[in-house]
C-alpha cells in the first residue's frame, strides 16, 4: 500500500504540475488528485517540492530511455535534426517539458530550488554533449562549435521553445524554426567531414 500511494502521489504531481502549473501544485490538490489524504505528501516525501521533483525525476528517467533510443541511429546532423524535430513534437503533446519548465519559473522566486534543478539539467546537458560528440566529433564543426557549446545552446532552446508555445497556439513560428535547422543542416555537411587522422595530428600539434 505505501509503494502504491507514493505512486499515486507522483503520478498525480505530475499531472497537477502539467496542468495547472507550480502555483497550484498545493498538497490539498495533488492529495486530491491521487484520491489521498493529504498527510501522505509530508509523510511520504517531507513536502509539495520533493514531491514535485519526485515527479519530474520519473518523467526525466522515462524520457531520457526513449531519447537515447530515437538518437541511437543518427550519424549525421541531417538525422539529428529530424530526430530533435519529432522529440519536440512528442514532448510538446505529452507535456513533459513543462514539469521541468515549471520548475524553473518557480526557481526565479524561490532560489533553493535552483540547484536541484541545476543538478537534475547536467544528465541532460551530458547527453545532447555525448550524442554531438557521436555524430560531429572530430569534423571542422566541432573544432568550430564544441559539442559542449552546442549541448548548453540545445538545452536553452529547448526550454525557450517550451515556454514560447504559450504565445505561439497554433505552433507556425516554433515550426518554422525547426524547419530552418532542417534546411540548414544539409549545407553543413562540408564542415562534418572528419579530418584524416594525420591532419588532425598535425593542427593539434600546431595549436
Not at 507522483?10 to 488528485?33: C, D, F, H, M, W
Not at 526550454?159 to 518554422?176: E, I, M, P, Q
Request: proline residues 4%.
Amino acid at each position: 500500500m505505501t509503494v502504491d500511494t507514493k505512486e499515486r502521489l507522483i503520478g498525480a504531481a505530475e499531472t497537477v504540475l502539467r496542468t495547472q502549473g507550480y502555483a497550484k501544485s498545493s498538497a490539498r490538490t495533488i492529495a486530491k488528485e491521487a484520491g489521498v489524504n493529504s498527510a501522505l505528501v509530508f509523510y511520504h516525501f517531507g513536502g509539495v517540492d520533493p514531491l514535485l521533483f519526485a515527479a519530474l525525476d520519473r518523467s526525466s528517467a522515462e524520457r531520457m530511455a526513449v531519447l537515447a533510443d530515437a538518437v541511437a541511429g543518427c550519424r549525421t546532423l541531417e538525422d539529428l535534426t529530424e530526430a530533435a524535430t519529432r522529440i519536440y513534437r512528442h514532448d510538446i503533446e505529452a507535456g513533459h517539458l513543462t514539469l521541468f519548465a515549471e520548475l524553473v519559473a518557480a526557481a526565479v522566486a524561490k532560489p533553493d530550488l535552483r540547484e536541484q534543478i541545476r543538478v537534475r539539467a547536467e544528465p541532460w546537458i551530458a547527453f545532447v554533449e555525448e550524442t554531438l560528440e557521436r555524430v560531429i566529433g572530430g569534423t571542422p564543426l566541432a573544432r568550430l562549435t564544441p559539442p559542449r557549446d552546442l549541448a548548453n545552446a540545445a538545452i536553452t532552446f529547448y526550454l525557450g521553445v517550451n515556454l514560447f508555445t504559450v504565445l505561439d497556439a497554433d505552433r507556425s513560428r516554433t515550426d518554422s524554426v525547426f524547419a530552418m535547422a532542417r534546411r540548414l543542416a544539409p549545407r553543413a555537411r562540408l564542415l562534418t567531414r572528419r579530418l584524416p587522422a594525420r591532419l588532425v595530428i598535425k593542427r593539434r600539434a600546431h595549436g
